[in-house]
């Protein structure tokens, strides 16, 4: 079983940067797919970024893609998530999740651990 714990979100004006943190409990996190998704209020969960086990693949939200960077540290058991030109449709709680699973996926049912989430706005 993993546990995880995001942090790093807050307030930010549209056009900043925000780095988000996951750490994952366990020995085993590097067996694991890690995915980043977001949910803003009155909409549903969707998937933000996903990285490969040993980091050398990544897919991205078009609505995302060339903004933000997911990567990992397998030794120190964390993701990340770096946010950069952050838009006021950006604004949500992000979670990270873990799958268990061997291939990328963007569809939150493979994804079998959730963090609590941290809340990230983005004003205009």
């Known amino acids: 079983q993993v546990q995880l714990v995001e942090s790093g979100g807050g307030l930010v004006q549209a056009g900043g940067s925000l780095g988000l943190s996951c750490a994952a409990s366990g020995r085993i996190f590097g067996s694991y797919v890690m995915g980043w998704f977001r949910q803003a209020p009155g909409k549903e969960r969707e998937f933000v970024a996903t990285?490969?086990?040993?980091?050398?693949?990544?897919i991205y939200a078009d609505s995302v893609k060339g903004r933000f960077t997911v990567s990992r540290d397998n030794a120190k058991n964390m993701v990340y998530l770096q946010m950069n030109s952050l838009k006021p449709e950006d604004t949500a709680v992000y979670y990270c999740?873990?799958?268990?699973?061997?291939?990328?996926?963007?569809?939150?049912?493979?994804?079998?651990?959730w963090g609590q989430g941290t809340q990230v706005t983005v004003s205009s």
């Open positions: 999740a873990a799958d268990p699973g061997v291939t990328l996926s963007i569809r939150r049912h493979e994804y079998d651990y």
């Open positions: 990285i490969r086990r040993s980091g050398a693949r990544t």
